[in-house]
């Protein structure tokens, strides 16, 4: 049973930073190519980067570029999303998602998700 837990959330104040886990078991980490995903209140789920399965290949979006870093421990099976010079529009619940190979910057191509995990930045 391929499972996907999301940890680090909680509350931060703006200009401060977050690093966010996502650990998986179930499957072979390193078949899959990892992304991470925010969706706030009444919005849609916003892309926020991806990476390869080696980790040789990170794409983010552009409300991540700059700001966050994204990293796969495929022996330590989890995957990290390090986030600096948090924002109040940061605000918002952070998925981790899976799909096999190749990366994606689309929702719809993966096929495992987390639970979520709840990131608030306080002004």
């Known amino acids: 049973q391929v499972q996907l837990v999301e940890s680090g959330g909680g509350l931060v104040q703006a200009g401060g930073s977050l690093r966010l886990s996502c650990r998986v078991s179930?499957?072979?980490?390193?078949?899959?190519?990892m992304g991470w995903f925010r969706q706030a209140p009444g919005q849609e789920r916003e892309f926020l980067a991806t990476i390869s399965t080696t980790g040789s290949q990170t794409y983010y979006g552009d409300s991540a570029k700059g700001r966050f870093t994204i990293s796969r421990d495929n022996a330590e099976n989890t995957v990290n999303l390090r986030m600096f010079s948090l924002k109040p529009e940061d605000t918002a619940v952070y998925y981790c998602?899976?799909?096999?190979?190749?990366?994606?910057?689309?929702?719809?191509?993966?096929?495992?998700w987390g639970q979520g995990t709840q990131v608030t930045v306080s002004s």
């Open positions: 998602a899976a799909r096999r190979f190749s990366p994606s910057i689309a929702r719809r191509d993966y096929d495992f």
């Open positions: 179930g499957m072979a980490l390193s078949t899959y190519a």
